[in-house]
């Protein structure tokens, strides 16, 4: 599942630095702030290690395409889990779908006996 909306990007329209953390940030629902914190963390915690694999990543990343900026949080989330754990976000989309398929049943049920006239041309279409 490597769809444009499910690939890591830098984040060039949020970025501070390379836009790095804030295409992390995007694709995990993280916060940028707390990326940018846990990378400063990991500076001084390996005493600059860690800056030659940002750089790298910074240069190798592509930039987010301009049709993925979306102003929808809900989108985003959506993605966000997509990304995160597909086969969960698969079931709740199924339940999403039983849930809505149960309430037309409901629909149809009420339509069907509460109108006579309704129910034999559905009976005669079968």
């Not at 500076?43 to 860690?50: C, D, E, I, N, P």
């Not at 910074?58 to 889990?81: N, S």
Request: charged share 25%; glycine share 6%; proline share 4%.
């Amino acid at each position: 599942m490597n769809t444009p909306r499910t690939t890591l990007y830098k984040d060039k329209q949020n970025a501070k630095l390379m836009g790095v953390c804030s295409g992390l940030a995007d694709y995990t629902g993280v916060d940028a702030l707390w990326w940018r914190l846990g990378m400063l963390f990991m500076v001084f915690a390996t005493s600059g290690l860690v800056l030659p694999i940002y750089l790298l990543a910074g240069l190798l990343l592509d930039a987010k395409p301009h049709h993925l900026y979306t102003e929808d949080k809900q989108e985003q989330r959506y993605w966000q889990g997509v990304r995160a754990n597909p086969n969960r976000t698969a079931r709740e989309i199924r339940g999403k779908l039983r849930e809505i398929d149960r309430r037309l049943a409901n629909v149809e049920e009420h339509y069907v006996s509460s109108n006579p006239r309704l129910d034999a041309e559905i009976e005669r279409l079968r």
